[in-house]
C-alpha cells in the first residue's frame, strides 16, 4: 500500500477540533454514558495519532469534517447513539485504521451495517462520474438499503457544500453542487428535511452561478427593514384575534430561500419585486391530539375573516398529509398594501415533522412504517430495472410529492394514492401485481372505463378482471408507475422465455428427425447472421411459429458447408440434379371437335403453355402445328399477319401429362434461399425441376426456374409457396 507523508494538524485547525468536541459532547452526554464517552474518545484519539492523513485529497481535514457531520446531524436531524457512532467512527474505517471485524466487536452489528452502507456509497461517489448511468444508479441503490444512510449522506453534503466555498478546484466544486442540488436536495425533500433542502439548493445556486446568488441576496439585504415592518404589521392584528379565540400558538415571519425565489423569477419570469408571495407567515399551535385539525382550521377561519383568500393558493395538507408526512395547512390571502401573504397553519408536532422530517425524526427508530416506505419501494423498483440515463433516474426523485399526486378510493372505501397521471391500468397494478396482469377495463364511478382513463381525484374505481387477459406490449405506453411498469416487463419476458422454450424444443426435436447434430457456435452465428441480437429473440419467434423450425435448419445445413472462413455463398453456384421426367403418350390437345392424334405438334417455347391455359394452334410452314397460349407475346403477331393458319385448340380433358413452365424469381443473393426453393418444388407431387438459371449483382440474384407442372393449379400453388420463402422478393411466370 502506498505510504502517504506524515501529516500534522497545525495549531488553529487544532483549536478548531477542540472547540467543536466541546460543542458535540453535551450531545453525546445524553447519548453515552460517561464510561462509554471516555472509551469512545480514547479510541477515536489512539487512531487518528495512528493515521499519516489528516487532510482529504481535496485539502478538507478529516476530524474537522467528521466532527461537524456529528454536530449538524444532532442540530437539523435528531442526535442518535448509533448514527452519532457511525459518524464518528467512519473515518477509522475509510481511512483503514480499524477493519470491518473490529468494528463490530468494538461498537456493535448495527453500527458496522451503516458502516457497510456507507462504504458501498463511498464507492460510487466519485464527483467527476456522477453522470456515468451505471455510478448513479449504484450509488442510488446502495442509499437504498437502508433509509438511515441516506439520511447521514443528506448531512454530509450540507457539511461538505458549507466546507467549500472558495475551494481553488471550481470544477470538484461545481461537481459536489451538481449532485448536492440534483441528488441530496430532492432526497431531503422526499424525507421532509426541508431546511437542509433549502440550504443546499440556495449553496448550489452560489456556488454555479454566484451572479444571480449575489444579486438576490442585496436586494434581500436592502429591503430587509421594509420587509420586517411589513411582516409586523401584518402579524400584529392576527395574532390579537387568535388570542381573542384561545388559541395558544407561536406565530413567526420569515423570507423565502434564495434559490426558492430565483426559481419564482424564472417561472413568472419577472423580477424580484414582481414575486408576490415572497415571504411566509407561520402559526405554529399548542394543541392537543384531538383538536389540532380543529384548531388549525379554526385559525385558518379568523384569518379569512380578516383578509380576503385566493382560493386557487389553497393547499390543505391536514386532511391528506404529503407521502413524507408533512401536515400544514397553506391559505394565501390579500395583506396590506394588495400585496399577497402566504400563511401556515400547523401545529406543534406537525411542526416538528416539517423540519426535521418523519422520516428522520423517528422512522428509522421502528416506529410503524408510513409513506416513507413506498416511497424507498419505489425508489427501489426505479433503480433496479430502470433502463433510463442518469439524467432521468434524477428526474423521477426530483418530481414533488404533492400537486403530483392522486386519491383514489376503492369500492369497499379504502383510499390509495398514486402519481398524478396515473391510469386504470396503474390502479390495477397498485392493488396487487396479479389484479393488474389480468386487468381488462375498470369501473369509474359507475362507469365503464378503459385501461387507459387516467385517475382522478376522488374517483372511485373498481377495476375487472379476466382469466384470459396477460400484458401486453404497448401496456408499458399506458403506465406512468414504476411498480407497473416493471412488473409488465417481467410478464414479457416470462412470455417470451416460455415461447422460446417452446421453439428450442422444437429446433431440438426437428433436428433428430433428420439425424442432424448441430453445433451451437454454428447455430449462434446462424442467428446472428438473421439480425438476432439475442437467442432468446430467436427462440421465441421460432415458438411463436414467426419462423420454420425445417426451412431454420436447412439454413444451417448450408451455412455448415461453407468454408471454414465462412465466406458468403452466392445462388450462381448452385447446381440442379434434376429428378428423371415423367413422359405420357396420350392427347391432351383437340382442334375443333377432332382429336389431333397422329398429327405433328408441339407446345410453343415463346409462352410454354400448360393444362388449363386459354390457347389456339398455328400451323407451321413445315405442316407442324404450334400451340401457343392465347396471351403469348407473340399471339398478337399472329393472329394480325397469318389469321388463316390460325386454328382453333383446346385441352382434351385428359390431365396428367408434365408440362414445362417458366418462372422468374428475385430475391437477396444467398444460396440457401435457391435451396429452399428447389426443395418445396421437390416436394410437391407431380412437379419436376428441369433446368434453372442465376444471374445475381449487388446481393440480389434473378433465377429462371424450368419447372415440369401438370396444370396451371399446380403451377399456381408453387408459386403461393415459393414467395413465402424468406429472402425472396418477387415470383412471376414467364
Keep these: ?213 449575489t444579486q438576490i441576496a442585496k436586494k434581500l439585504n436592502a429591503t430587509k427593514r421594509s420587509r420586517d415592518a411589513y411582516i409586523k404589521a401584518f402579524i400584529d392584528p392576527v395574532k390579537k384575534k387568535l388570542e381573542g379565540a384561545g388559541l395558544k400558538f407561536e406565530i413567526k415571519g420569515r423570507t423565502k430561500s434564495i434559490s426558492s425565489i430565483w426559481n419564482k423569477m424564472r417561472k413568472q419570469k419577472v423580477d424580484l419585486p414582481g414575486i408576490y408571495d415572497l415571504f411566509a407567515i407561520r402559526v405554529i399551535l399548542d394543541s392537543a391530539p384531538d383538536r389540532e385539525k380543529a384548531d388549525c382550521w379554526l385559525a385558518y377561519s379568523i384569518l379569512a375573516d380578516m383578509y380576503t383568500a385566493n382560493p386557487a393558493r389553497m393547499r390543505d395538507w391536514i386532511s391528506i398529509p404529503k407521502s413524507n408526512g408533512y401536515e400544514s395547512l397553506h391559505a394565501t390571502v390579500m395583506g396590506p398594501e394588495n400585496k399577497w401573504v402566504e400563511v401556515q397553519f400547523r401545529t406543534r408536532r406537525m411542526d416538528l415533522v416539517a423540519e426535521k422530517g418523519l422520516a428522520a425524526h423517528w422512522r428509522y427508530k421502528g416506529g410503524k412504517g408510513d409513506g416513507t416506505d413506498q416511497w424507498m419501494n419505489n425508489i427501489r423498483d426505479i433503480l433496479e430495472t430502470a433502463d433510463a440515463g442518469p439524467m432521468q433516474l434524477m428526474k423521477s426523485i426530483q418530481m414533488d410529492p404533492f400537486g403530483k399526486e392522486v386519491f383514489a378510493f376503492t369500492p369497499k372505501g379504502d383510499l390509495f394514492r398514486l402519481s398524478a397521471g396515473a391510469t386504470v391500468l396503474d390502479f390495477a397494478f397498485h392493488i396487487h401485481s396479479n ?97 438476432y441480437k439475442f437467442a432468446l429473440e430467436f427462440y421465441a419467434d421460432l415458438g411463436s411459429e414467426k419462423l420454420d423450425a425445417g426451412r431454420i435448419l436447412n439454413s444451417y445445413i448450408e451455412a455448415t458447408e461453407t468454408t471454414d472462413e465462412g465466406v458468403h455463398v452466392s445462388a450462381e453456384r448452385f447446381e440442379i440434379h434434376p429428378q428423371q421426367e415423367e413422359t405420357s403418350n396420350s392427347d391432351v390437345i383437340m382442334i375443333g371437335e377432332k382429336s389431333i392424334d397422329g398429327l405433328r405438334y408441339k407446345f410453343a417455347r415463346c409462352c410454354n403453355p400448360i393444362y388449363g391455359d386459354d390457347v389456339f394452334g398455328f400451323i407451321s410452314s413445315d405442316g407442324l402445328v404450334k400451340i401457343h397460349k392465347k396471351d403469348c407475346p407473340n399471339a398478337r403477331h399472329i393472329l394480325e399477319r397469318y389469321p388463316y393458319r390460325v386454328i382453333r385448340a383446346g385441352w382434351s380433358g385428359k390431365s396428367g401429362t408434365m408440362l414445362p413452365a417458366t418462372i422468374r424469381v428475385v430475391g437477396i443473393d444467398d444460396i ?63
Excluded at 104 to 121: F, I, N, Q, T, Y
Excluded at 689 to 717: E, K
Design 435 to 531: 389484479v393488474g396482469a389480468k386487468c381488462n377495463g375498470a369501473i369509474v364511478n359507475g362507469q365503464h372505463k378503459r385501461l387507459t382513463y387516467k385517475i382522478q381525484n376522488g374517483d372511485t374505481v373498481e377495476i375487472l378482471t379476466s382469466v384470459l387477459q396477460s400484458p401486453k406490449q404497448e401496456w408499458l405506453n399506458i403506465v406512468t408507475s414504476s411498480k407497473a411498469r416493471n412488473k409488465i416487463k417481467q410478464c414479457l419476458n416470462e412470455q417470451k422465455q416460455h415461447l422460446a422454450d417452446i421453439g428450442k424444443e422444437a429446433l431440438l426435436r426437428r433436428a433428430k428427425n433428420r439425424k442432424i447434430e448441430l453445433d451451437e457456435g454454428q447455430l449462434m452465428r446462424l442467428i446472428k447472421k438473421m439480425g
Design 1 to 213: 500500500m502506498e505510504k502517504h507523508p506524515v501529516e500534522r494538524l497545525t495549531y488553529t485547525e487544532t483549536k478548531e477540533v477542540l472547540t467543536l468536541w466541546h460543542e458535540l459532547e453535551p450531545i453525546l452526554k445524553s447519548q453515552f454514558s460517561d464510561t462509554d464517552l471516555a472509551e469512545l474518545g480514547g479510541t477515536l484519539r489512539m487512531k487518528f495519532l495512528k493515521s499519516c492523513q489528516t487532510h482529504d485529497e481535496h485539502g478538507l481535514g478529516y476530524a474537522q469534517q467528521t466532527l461537524l457531520n456529528a454536530l449538524t446531524f444532532a442540530q437539523m436531524v435528531d442526535p442518535d447513539r448509533n448514527i452519532l457512532l457511525t459518524i464518528l467512527t467512519m473515518p477509522l474505517i475509510t481511512l483503514e485504521l480499524t477493519n470491518e471485524e473490529e468494528a463490530r466487536e468494538l461498537w456493535g452489528e448495527d453500527v458496522s451495517l451503516l458502516h457497510h452502507g456507507l462504504v458501498e456509497a463511498d464507492r460510487y461517489g466519485d464527483r467527476n462520474s456522477v453522470s456515468n448511468q451505471e455510478n448513479f444508479r449504484g450509488l442510488m441503490l446502495s442509499l437504498a438499503q437502508d433509509i438511515r444512510v441516506i439520511i447521514i449522506m443528506i448531512v454530509r453534503s450540507l457539511v461538505l457544500m458549507r466546507s467549500i466555498n472558495n475551494h481553488p478546484d471550481d470544477l470538484w466544486v461545481r461537481n459536489v453542487a451538481f449532485e448536492a442540488n440534483c441528488l441530496y436536495a430532492q432526497l431531503g425533500h422526499r424525507l421532509g428535511l426541508y431546511k437542509i433542502k433549502g440550504e443546499l439548493e440556495d449553496l448550489s445556486l452560489k456556488y454555479t452561478n454566484r451572479e444571480i446568488y
Design 672 to 734: 440457401g434461399i435457391v435451396t429452399n426453393i428447389t426443395s418445396i418444388i421437390s416436394h410437391e407431387a407431380g412437379a419436376n425441376l428441369r433446368n434453372i438459371s442465376i444471374d445475381s449483382h449487388d446481393g440480389i440474384f434473378q433465377g429462371y426456374l424450368v419447372i415440369g407442372v401438370t396444370d396451371l393449379r399446380q403451377l399456381t400453388t408453387l408459386i403461393k409457396k415459393i414467395k413465402t420463402v424468406k429472402g425472396v422478393k418477387d415470383v412471376i411466370r414467364v
